[in-house]
C-alpha cells in the first residue's frame, strides 16, 4: 500500500504561482512513477504532469506545458508540481497518483494509489 497526501492548494490571482506537494508513505517511494491529475466541476478527472520513478523522465500536458514543472525528490519521499502564470482555467482539485511502473504515463487507468486531493483556484 501506498499513502499520498497532496498540499500546497489555495486561492491564487491569475498569473500568481502555487507548488503542490504530495508526500508518500508505505512503500519505497522510488520504485514509483508519479503524476498530478485535476479535475475540475463538471468534468472528467483529466493528465496534467507525471515523472518516471527515477525522475529522470518527464510529461506534461499541452495545456500546461512552460507553466507547470513535476519533480520528485525520492529521499524525502515527495513529489511536487511547480505552477506558474496560473489562468482561471486551472481552477481544480489536483489529485496526487501513484503507479508501480517506471514510465512516466499520462493514462489514469494505470495509477492504482491516489491521495485525496487539494483545491487550487484561479482568480480574475
Known amino acids: 500500500q501506498v499513502q499520498l497526501v497532496e498540499s500546497g492548494g489555495g486561492l491564487v490571482q491569475a498569473g500568481g504561482s502555487l507548488r503542490l506537494s504530495c508526500a508518500a508513505s508505505g512503500r519505497t517511494f522510488n520504485n514509483y512513477a508519479m503524476g498530478w491529475f485535476r479535475q475540475a466541476p463538471g468534468k472528467e478527472r483529466e493528465f496534467v504532469a507525471a515523472i518516471s520513478w527515477s525522475g529522470g523522465s518527464t510529461s506534461h500536458a499541452d495545456s500546461v506545458k512552460g507553466r507547470f514543472t513535476i519533480s520528485k525528490n525520492n529521499a524525502k519521499n515527495t513529489v511536487y508540481l511547480q505552477m506558474n502564470s496560473l489562468k482561471p482555467e486551472d481552477t481544480a482539485v489536483y489529485y496526487c497518483?501513484?503507479?508501480?511502473?517506471?514510465?512516466?504515463?499520462?493514462?489514469?487507468?494505470?495509477?492504482?494509489?491516489w491521495g485525496q486531493g487539494t483545491q487550487v483556484t484561479v482568480s480574475f
Open positions: 497518483a501513484a503507479t508501480r511502473g517506471v514510465v512516466a504515463t499520462p493514462l489514469k487507468y494505470e495509477y492504482r494509489y
